[in-house]
């Protein structure tokens, strides 16, 4: 079955710098990857999410790019904010199956 | 935002307790989910169901047993609740069609002393 590697774990940045968390795939036949913010007390919410038939994808200060050849795809977050720390978690799913999580990136953004 | 609720938030049960967990969701979808998170952000599949009096055991091994009787109800059962039951415990639902974009809900944290 499909597996998603998440790198990494946590990440630490200052407020206005960039933060980026990779995932990886195993299954090739994988077709759609979204991606989760969770914040403290919450579920997870769909941020942003990217078909296999598209390379990247950008909404204000977040992107997600793909490259299907290597198997992997990137959150991009451009400006960081306080409000961005929380919990992020990236997925990939093959068809009607259900998501494949990666095991989450806990990002803290320093004021 | 989803309209998807869990009930109740948060509770605090003895060891041999049989409790329920409620989710229901009024977008009209299909599928459902339950997920359990333990404290080190992971989410694990525990069961899920396609319609009604559809369900299928997840990826990881559970003693909890799930119900679809109603669309927008997908209760999750333990009959007798132990301390390794101790974690968060997550509903989330999805449309029939196209991608699989799944709307969770606010989570139940449960407590077994």
Avoid at chain 2, 68 to 74: K, S, V, W
Wanted: hydrophobic share 30%; with cysteine.
């Amino acid at each position: 079955g499909e597996n998603v590697e998440q790198h990494p774990s946590t990440l630490s940045v200052q407020e206005g710098d960039s933060a980026v968390i990779k995932c990886t795939y195993s299954d090739s036949a994988s077709n759609y990857f979204p991606w989760y913010k969770q914040e403290l007390g919450k579920g997870p919410q769909l941020i942003i999410d990217i078909r296999s038939n598209v390379g990247e994808k950008k909404d204000q200060r977040i992107a997600v790019t793909l490259n299907k050849t290597a198997k992997h795809f990137s959150l991009h977050i451009t400006e960081t904010q306080p409000e961005d720390s929380a919990v992020y978690f990236c997925a990939a799913s093959i068809g009607n199956t259900p998501l494949v999580f990666g095991k989450g990136t806990r990002l803290s953004v320093i004021a | 935002e989803a309209d998807i609720y869990q009930t109740p938030r948060y509770l605090v049960i003895g060891t041999g307790k049989k409790i329920t967990l409620e989710c229901s969701q009024t977008m009209g979808h299909d599928k459902m989910y339950w997920y359990q998170q333990d404290p080190g952000m992971e989410l694990h599949l525990i069961h899920y169901s396609y319609g009604v009096n559809s369900t299928e055991k997840g990826d990881l091994s559970s003693e909890s047993t799930v119900s679809r009787i109603r669309t927008e109800h997908f209760p999750l059962t333990l009959e007798s609740a132990r301390p390794s039951h101790t974690s968060q415990y997550l509903c989330a639902s999805s449309e029939d069609r196209g991608p699989m974009s799944q709307y969770f809900g606010p989570g139940t944290r449960l407590l077994v002393l």
